[in-house]
T-cell receptor, first 116, second 111 residues
Framework: EAGVAQSPRYKIIEKRQSVAFWCNPI?????LYWYQQILGQGPKLLIQ????????DSQLPKDRFSAERLKGVDSTLKIQPAKLEDSAVYLC??????????????FGPGTRLTVL | SQKIEQNSEALNIQEGKTATLTCNYT??????LQWYRQDPGRGPVFLLL?????KEKRKERLKVTFDTTLKQSLFHITASQPADSATYLC??????????FGSGTRLQVQP
């Protein structure tokens, strides 16, 4: 079974520029997550989708971050405009069912973003 | 807010010894805790889940305990190998069908 795919793997941008990340979850997985992982810290949930609906986006900085999951499959995360503190690894994960309580989350390799 | 605390200092042990990593949580007891392994440049990989009504869970050389009195989970790797060197993350449920991760503990197993 193919894992969670993410692209690009690396991105370097200037502050105030825009950037987008793409995620393709494991086929058939209902729940998709975007996490931000700053160096030396654990992943922090930004947004959680169940199929194509948002379950939790309480920690998403909505003034600059947006995400969508069209047709309940692929997802994109956008930052516009980027700030220096957005430098981090952005991880996408998926799980099979609609409950995160006991589901295993499968993570992609992440996109490392550097904002200069 | 529900917090997860892990020892941020790296743990260095000799090959063959048992590694023990600690995860402490605050506020109410989570329904479960999960442990993940993360290698440099890769996403976390799920290892074990333990529920609050389980005292102990084992998988091959891995063992996890859950002590609701101490508000603590211990993660053990027996007969450690250099290949076990990685960062280990503890995560708790938030009660809202999401996970809160600790900052992880880096384990270095010396040959």
């Amino acid at each position: 079974e193919a894992g969670v795919a993410q692209s690009p793997r690396y991105k370097i941008i200037e502050k105030r520029q825009s950037v987008a990340f793409w995620c393709n979850p494991i086929s058939g997985h209902a729940t998709l997550y975007w996490y931000q992982q700053i160096l030396g810290q654990g992943p922090k949930l930004l947004i959680q989708f169940q199929n194509n609906g948002v379950v939790d986006d309480s920690q998403l900085p909505k003034d600059r971050f947006s995400a969508e999951r069209l047709k309940g499959v692929d997802s994109t995360l956008k930052i516009q405009p980027a700030k220096l503190e957005d430098s981090a690894v952005y991880l996408c994960a998926s799980s099979a069912t609609v409950s995160a309580s006991t589901d295993t989350q499968y993570f992609g390799p992440g996109t490392r973003l550097t904002v200069l | 807010s529900q917090k997860i605390e892990q020892n941020s200092e790296a743990l260095n042990i000799q090959e063959g010894k048992t590694a023990t990593l600690t995860c402490n949580y605050t506020n109410y007891s989570p329904a479960y805790l999960q442990w993940y392994r993360q290698d440099p440049g890769r996403g976390p990989v799920f290892l074990l889940l333990i529920r609050e009504n389980e005292k102990e869970k084992r998988k091959e050389r891995l063992k996890v305990t859950f002590d609701t009195t101490l508000k603590q989970s211990l993660f053990h790797i027996t007969a450690s190998q250099p290949a076990d060197s990685a960062t280990y993350l503890c995560a708790r449920d938030t009660g809202r069908r999401a996970l809160t991760f600790g900052s992880g503990t880096r384990l270095q197993v010396q040959p």
